[in-house]
């Protein structure tokens, strides 16, 4: 595609449910990074996918958090039994082989009730 | 472990009125220092990186600077297009590692 698509772009869900999150990167682009941005708060690094290597995982803030990629391109993040604090922009970026630049989607808006 | 903090938090300015925005980092040996803007809504939108003291980019009315410790992005003859949210992030020059964003300098230009 012409960028990075997430979906869905807002999810309300209840406290204690689950919660998928769906990014499809550029086409040929092997990086996927996903990071979460709380209100006031910075970009926060989530987890990382480089092509077929094991994904750095360190910044995911518990194990109520995972994210697989399948196939070298579209990725989810799962959260299970969310919690409030879990309400954020969840973005999702990619990057071509050798690039340092990123390109974002427009990111899925979670709102925990 | 890698900061990146960014200064002032919030921005208003005239129309015209030139100004800039600082971010500073401790990241050892520095590979790449990158602007962003972001909009209301939406993801980051790229703009510069910079990978060495002393470069400077250039796009429209803004102008990206590095040192050694810490880069500024300065608009000048600013418009009210321009207001946006501008983050700075940092890589460190450990293999792909991601990049460590700060929080961002919220501008406002008013006309």
């Known amino acids: 595609g012409a960028g990075v698509s997430q979906s869905p772009s807002n999810k309300v869900t209840e406290k204690g449910k689950d919660v998928e999150l769906r990014c499809d990167p550029i086409s040929g682009h092997t990086a996927l990074y996903w990071y979460r941005q709380s209100l006031g708060q910075g970009l926060e690094f989530l987890i990382y996918?480089?092509?077929?290597?094991?994904?750095?995982k360190s910044g995911l803030p518990s194990d109520r958090f995972s994210a697989e990629r399948t196939g070298g391109s579209v990725s989810t993040l799962t959260i299970q039994r969310t919690q409030q604090e879990d309400s954020a922009v969840y973005l999702c970026a990619s990057s071509a082989q050798g690039s340092s630049g990123y390109t974002f989607g427009s990111g899925t808006r979670l709102t925990v009730v | 472990e890698d900061q990146v903090t960014q200064s002032p938090e919030a921005l208003r300015l005239q129309e015209g009125e030139s100004s800039s925005l600082n971010c500073s980092y401790t990241?050892?040996?520095?590979?790449?220092l990158f602007w962003y803007r972001q909009d209301p809504g939406k993801g980051p939108e790229f703009l510069f990186t910079l990978y060495s003291a002393g470069e400077e980019k250039e796009k429209e009315r803004l102008k990206a600077t590095l040192t050694k410790k810490e880069s500024f992005l300065h608009i000048t003859a600013p418009k009210p297009e321009d207001s946006a949210t501008y983050l700075c992030a940092a890589q460190s020059p450990s293999g792909n590692t991601p990049l460590v964003f700060g929080k961002g300098t919220r501008l406002s230009v008013i006309a």
């Open positions: 996918f480089q092509g077929n290597s094991a994904p750095d």
């Open positions: 990241v050892s040996g520095l590979r790449g």
